[in-house]
């Protein structure tokens, strides 16, 4: 192991190792994090939660889908699909990998935390995501974006971390209408400031005039029920919790904001080269892993320069729909790359045939007919879908009137389109969508 990805890894039976060093966790805690009381009670209590989890060796068991995906299918439109779902059982519900979990569970938990990838696991979900980003020290953490931790952490208000932020906090103006500003990023902070803050749903309020108020502003058909508890993760934390659940991994790389090289000699290909060698350091297997971009030049890095990573390599495809990107000549040209997954919005591989039903889109016939692999993103990201359902189903709208259409659009990415997995931020539903219909 490296001493970089050692440094903050936890060892499930009692300590932290430091190169070939073990010390224990309240001595490594007490060098790194300064003494802070609060931070070093979160730090403790994940460590005991790590450790919990890893004895109640819950690889298999404990998979509760709860009510709402009955719920969703009490809403569907009859027919041979809802008869199917509606005789289903959800007693003895089974993990699956074609259930991924998005960030964790999103819906109702804070993401990339603890407790949102604790829910995802015990929603079924056989794989689970912590996109990477990388703070000022070049340790790698989950986090959607490397900016967004003034609206997924409580950041703004604490004043000694806040003043550290590319644009720290400021209020509102009503006079002149100005919005509440600011911006913070992972690469502000070091590891150690990074596992002092808190997680939070993600949100803001734009005529905030405080911290405290520009903290707030979930959206109404979510919740900050499970909000009062959100522990930060480092890249290699999640590896090792992760272990602990018996689920598989998905990090995403995610595109950097600040200039690469990142102070003159961190490189985009060193960033993407970190994030699999903790992988390799934890003597994870690879085919465990699949590590996912939007920028196509990370996948091809991967593929040529890890090779052992290369066919679980996933390219997250965001250009628009064009004749250009969406016909076999591009999806060939992706394969002759060596790139064997593609993952794109839900919408991009749904259309609506002179029948207003929803079928494969032209893009995911080529994707298929080039021989890639699909996965879909994102399920349950958007709000009801009683007015279309948003951008994550443009492609359908005329044909989305209810919350039960989500499982219509599962069933058509499974069964027409055959995608591999799709992410969800609520993974129960898509857990109970694979064991109803006997998905893997």
């Not at 971390?161 to 992972?186: H, I, M, Y």
Request: proline share 5%.
């Amino acid at each position: 192991m490296t001493s970089r990805s050692i440094a903050v890894s936890l060892l499930l039976a009692g300590g932290l190792m430091v190169g070939s060093t073990t010390v224990s966790a309240q001595g490594w805690f007490g060098n790194n994090y300064h003494n802070d009381e609060r931070a070093q009670r979160r730090f403790e209590r994940l460590h005991e939660k790590l450790a919990e989890l890893k004895q109640r060796h819950q690889r298999r068991a404990d998979v509760q889908v709860g009510p709402r995906p009955q719920w969703l299918v009490d809403d569907m439109d009859e027919g041979p699909l809802k008869t199917r779902l509606q005789s289903c059982r959800t007693d003895n519900m089974k993990r699956s990998d074609f259930s991924i979990g998005h960030r964790g569970a999103p819906l109702q938990f804070p993401e990339h935390t603890l407790e949102s990838y604790v829910a995802a696991a015990r929603m079924g979900a056989g794989i689970v995501e912590c996109d990477v980003a990388f703070t000022k020290d070049r340790q790698l953490v989950c986090r959607h974006a490397q900016n967004d931790l003034h609206t997924t952490t409580n950041i703004v208000t604490i004043p000694e971390l806040n003043a550290k932020c590319t644009q720290p906090f400021v209020p509102a103006d009503a006079a002149s209408g100005t919005p509440a500003q600011a911006e913070c990023r992972t690469s502000d902070i070091t590891l150690a400031e990074f596992k002092r803050l808190e997680g939070k749903m993600d949100a803001s309020n734009p005529l905030a005039t405080t911290p405290q108020e520009y903290v707030k502003g979930t959206a109404d058909w979510r919740t900050d029920l499970y909000a009062s508890r959100g522990t930060l993760l480092s890249h290699l934390e999640s590896i090792e919790l992760f272990q602990s659940l018996g689920v598989k991994f998905t990090p995403e790389l995610k595109t950097p904001v600040v200039e690469m090289p990142y102070e003159g000699d961190y490189s985009q290909q060193d960033y993407a080269r970190q994030m699999l060698e903790d992988y390799r350091d934890a003597g994870i297997n690879p085919r465990d892993v699949w590590p996912q971009s939007f920028q196509l030049a990370d996948v091809t890095f991967w593929i040529n320069e890890m090779p052992d990573f290369a066919d679980q390599a996933v390219f997250l495809d965001e250009s628009p729909i064009t004749p250009e990107t969406s016909s076999l000549a591009y999806m060939e040209e992706l394969r002759a790359q060596g790139v064997r997954i593609l993952a794109p919005a839900i919408w991009k591989m749904l259309t609506l045939n002179g029948q207003g039903e929803i079928v494969p889109s032209e893009y995911a016939e080529n994707a298929r007919a080039a021989g890639l692999d699909l996965i879909a993103w994102s399920m349950e990201r958007a709000g009801p879908l009683a007015t279309g359902g948003g951008w994550y189903y443009q492609s359908v709208t005329d044909a989305i009137n209810n919350d039960g259409d989500m499982l219509t659009v599962i069933d058509v990415l499974a069964q027409d389109v055959g995608v591999i997995g799709i992410f969800s931020d609520w993974p129960a539903t898509t857990t109970f969508y694979a064991n109803c219909m006997g998905i893997k």
